[in-house]
């Protein structure tokens, strides 16, 4: 009985571990089916979060590239057109060099002094010398969206520029174990995010160093309050505060990406001289700091032939925009030299533009770029144009010979008889130019080299024996620059020894990215500190957040397929030769890469761009009818003029803004037949005077023969509807 009893005993005792062993195994297997499910789910999330950062990037890309494409084009009408050419004198005013005249004449002409504060002003008021708690009065005022009255607005950016004209291209500053430098990246024009960065690590003061590293205008709002902070808090603090040019410091740029029409609307008055100074203050800011002699931070990048020693020593103001290399300057029997104030104003003296430039920008692409996206570049112009303009262009292309690389041009021009002084110009500029761009305008590559940077159309890709040679030969150990928007506000390449710094959080969208700014101490270690400025983006899941940025993405990729529907239908139907209306989805995203030329990879957007398909064929003409684009309300019967405005608006706005002279945001039916003229000489297409003066009276709303710009942008504006149902985040 006893064995019995111990036998059962053991029995039960094996039930009981059995019945403990069961569950502990599902509960196991459940849990790592978790894991795996969610890594699936987080994984499924950053593949959209990465497609829709390329959607943004590539669209941001194509729109710089276009902006020196046409800047390209104006300046080879400025040097291969006759001087009394109507479509030169449409855009001569913008390329008037940077080179100053008599300074009393400057003073005189950006005077203060005769503009009165009303009483009835409530803005901020500032005392010269300007003062630590003038500057913090001015913040404070900005956060609660005042606005700074004009005399005070020319007054401290007439002192900015003199301050400016006294500093070194390159600024050199210590640390110390008291103190740590902050680097601030792109801010543009976002303001919370400066006022973030200043809440959580402190104004600026001489414990508290900064360097900004370029990039504070455009596309944001407040782009303009920025600067005056920025300037307010250098002017108190010359050693403390640094700030950096980056390629959006240039009044060419600014004509497209806001921040002209920014200063215009805030200041109607006397917008057009606060422009004038901070074009001349942008050409005197320094193009680098460098930080205990071993850290290098600059707002692009660098280049294979980046020499720090020869940009030390360049006249940096003779770049008043680094789309173009600068003319030679001559002096005139008064021994001033040909300055680039208005043609109102009574110093002006005329321009010398019988130099020639150089069509690209500083890379040949002659060697292989980064990318195979290679864009249309002008080979040439309508010949459909008027004959006397169609002529005298294709004999001057003829003798520029504009189809040669970088280095054959050069040599061509260099042994022009027209222009004897032509390769002068180019050996004493060339370089200097070349350096300036590839600063202002470079990306860092994984690959080894440097070749040209297609994507943008400006400066180069480097690569990592870039970087190491380039820093071994100025004894330097690390790089930091900004001009790439990052998604968590910084990122490390080149084995650490390249780090770049983003501080617009929110840059693309809300919730696309963080910002960031660093913090250096005497170790030289980079500390980071993230933040996200717009409150509703941190009460966001991860889900949501990335599914709000996504519909962005895809509403504005949306914009652009509808804007290229022509050419996209050209291309769908060279694989539909029965014109059946249906092509397969391969062909499809083959299409849709030939035409946009942006790099994306089409075949993983397709289920969030193409809805139902016949056994896996798409009917191409149903599939525009569903891409939730509305148009404008118009009456216009052409086609094709509506379809360039919606494919080339943002052209179309900075040629109005070049050509509004006066900046009073309205141009005369003529200004307005002339800027579609230069367009399609641009885009090499026919538009007919018939067609671009039914598109005028159709938007003269008010009938008095003038054109409202903003109006008729906004007009003829695409805007994306909502998404398909299966692409709402049902969060």
Known sequence: MGCGFAKSDQLKKRDRETSLLVPAATAMRAALLIQRWYRQYVARLEMRRRCTWNIFQSIEYAGEQDQIKLYNFFGYLMDHFTPASSERNLI???????????????????CYKSIEVPELYSGPHLSFPITCSNAAELVEAFKNKQQLHSRYVLQLLGETWRLLRI??????????????????????????????????????????PYVFNGDFVDRGKDSLEILLILFSFLLVYPNDVHLNRGNHEDHIVNLRYGFTKEVLGKYRLHGKKILKLLQKIFSWLPL??????????????ISDTTDLHLISRVDRHKYVSALRPPKRTRQNRSGMIDSD???????????????????????????????????????????????SVEEELKERRRQ??????????????????????????????????????DMLWSDPMPQDGCVPNDVRGGGCYWGPDVTEEVLRR?????????????????????????????????????????????????????????????????????RQSVGRTE??????????????????????????????????????????????????????????????????????????????????????????LLETMYKHHSNLETIFRIIDTDNSGLISFEEFRQTWKLLSSHLQTEISDEAIS???????????????????????RLVGGDLLQNERDPH
């Open 92 to 110: 001569s005013h913008i390329f008037r060099e940077n080179n100053i005249c008599r300074n009393v004449d400057w003073e005189r002409y950006f």
């Open 167 to 208: 500093l070194p291209n390159i600024s050199q500053i210590s640390t110390c174990h008291s103190k740590e430098i902050t680097i601030c990246g792109d801010l543009h024009g976002h303001l919370e995010d400066l006022l973030l960065v200043f809440y959580k690590n402190g104004l600026p003061s001489s414990e508290k």
């Open 288 to 301: 680098a700091t460098v930080i205990d002699h071993k850290v290098l931070v600059l707002h692009g990048g």
């Open 341 to 387: 104030l208005e043609d109102d104003d009574p110093t002006s003296k005329p321009v010398d533009s019988s130099r020639r430039r150089v069509h690209s920008l500083t890379h040949s692409s002659s060697t292989g770029s980064r990318h195979e996206v290679q864009r249309r570049s002008l080979q040439g112009l309508n010949n459909r144009v008027t004959c």
């Open 400 to 437: 520029a010979g504009l189809s040669q690389s970088y280095g054959d041009l050069r040599n061509s021009l260099a042994n022009s008889d027209s222009d004897p002084d032509s390769g002068e110009l180019l050996e004493s500029y060339g370089d200097e130019w070349k350096q300036i761009v």
């Open 474 to 542: 100025h004894n330097l150990t690390l790089l930091i620059r900004s001009h790439e928007c990052k998604q968590e506000g910084y990122e490390f390449c080149h084995n650490r020894r390249v780090l770049t710094i983003f501080s617009a959080s929110n840059y693309y969208e809300v919730g696309s990215n963080r910002g960031a700014y660093i913090r250096m101490g005497p170790d030289l270690v980079p500390h980071f500190i993230q933040y996200q400025a717009n409150r509703a983006t941190r009460a966001l899941t991860l």
């Open 551 to 640: 519909r962005s993405a895809l509403r504005a990729l949306r914009e652009k397929l509808f804007a290229h529907k022509s050419d996209l239908i050209s291309s769908f139907q060279e694989y539909d030769p029965e014109n059946t209306g249906l092509i397969s989805l391969g062909h499809w995203a083959c299409a849709m890469e030939a035409v946009l030329r942006l790099g994306l990879p089409w075949r993983v957007l397709r289920s969030q761009l193409v809805g139902d398909t016949l056994d896996g064929m798409l009917d191409y003409h149903l599939w525009f009818r569903e891409l939730a684009i509305t148009e404008p309300n118009t009456e216009l019967s052409n086609a094709s």
């Open 694 to 716: 039914d598109l005028a009276v159709s938007i003269d709303f008010n009938k008095d023969g003038s054109i409202d710009i903003n109006e008729f942008m906004e007009a003829f």
